[in-house]
């Protein structure tokens, strides 16, 4: 009697993580969900109350169910939103070994079809870019190239400024995490240069992994206009499971970045879980999402 109780739980619990496994490969990759959030952000710029920045993460063209129909999905969903900043943060490709890159880098999808696929999206106050680990294991100049050639602004540790009723609102964009081979003062430091030689305004920073905000805030701070950081890089650790939570994420931190908004150091973070997949091809708890984020004034 016991054994045949044993037995029944074993295969209704083999039964359940079958039925799961296939959700996470067949089922949630495919969906395309546009999240909406809301924050309030201390002393900003009232010009821009209301500011509504669409983020996209991870694209990663050709990863599992990441067809070109999909990136002509996801730039439909974006201009049905009518955002004034639409921002992507990286991580634009994926390569056949993404456990372990090789070398040269062969793609699941062309660098050009994605960026030809990703074009057409409209903004009020344009479309911005920065490049992801796995965009530097290909080649950076070539999925910069692309994506530039469809109109968007990539920025390459550089920063770029928006204007509403004469008021400004910096956006620097920063280069990889895993580019920046130097101490976090170091880092700190060439960031903070940078900055400084772009005048006045509110600040925003892009950079694919959310890792960098302890190296560019509080006593590393980079500016004392920083106010929003927007990152991507975690997936959102690409399955969640209920009292296990993130079993993986990518990040130096574990959880603490993993998705979502977070305040430090007095700088509102926010993190995307992103369309695409790496290394695992599955999702789980964490679809694909398109975020839109409101922000308002306090």
């Known amino acids: 009697m016991i054994f045949k109780r044993v037995l029944y739980i074993f295969l209704l619990a083999s ?14 990759p495919q969906r395309l969900v546009v999240n909406h959030s809301q924050i ?53 490709v994926s390569e056949v070994h993404e456990d372990k890159p090789v070398f040269p880098v062969i793609l699941k999808m062309p660098a050009e079809t994605i960026a030809d696929n990703l074009a057409g999206m409209k903004a009020k106050y344009g479309v911005f870019a920065v490049l992801g680990n796995h965009d530097g294991w290909y080649n950076d100049d070539m999925v910069a190239s692309g994506l530039t050639r469809v109109g968007y602004k990539v920025l390459r ?39 400084e030689n772009s005048g006045s305004g509110d600040l925003i920073v892009l950079q694919h992994s959310p890792d960098l905000l302890p190296i560019i805030s509080g006593d590393l701070s980079i500016s ?27 990040s130096f931190f574990g959880q603490k970045y993993a998705y979502g908004h977070i305040r430090e150091n007095n700088v509102d973070l926010f993190v995307t879980s992103g369309v695409g997949m790496s290394v695992l091809p599955l999702r789980f708890m964490v679809p694909p999402e398109i975020q839109v984020l409101t922000i308002k004034a306090q």
Not at 170 to 186: S, Y
């Open 15 to 28: 039964l359940i993580a079958s039925a799961c496994l296939a959700y996470a490969y067949f089922i949630e």
């Open 40 to 92: 309030t952000i201390k002393n900003w710029n009232p010009a821009f109350d209301g500011l509504k920045i669409v983020m996209l993460g991870d694209i990663h063209g050709g990863s599992n169910y990441v067809t070109e129909e999909k990136l002509r999905l996801v730039v439909q969903k974006v201009n049905e939103q009518q955002p004034d900043l639409v921002v992507m943060l990286g991580d634009f």
């Open 157 to 195: 540790h550089e920063v770029a400024a928006i204007e509403k009723d004469g008021q400004r609102l910096r956006i620097f964009g920063m280069i990889d995490h895993l580019k920046l081979n130097k101490t976090w003062q170091k880092t700190s430091d060439d960031a903070k240069a940078i900055v």
């Open 224 to 250: 004392p206009d920083l106010k929003l950081m927007l990152a991507a890089h975690t997936h959102g650790g690409q399955v969640w499971m209920p009292v296990f939570g993130r079993p993986i994420v990518p």
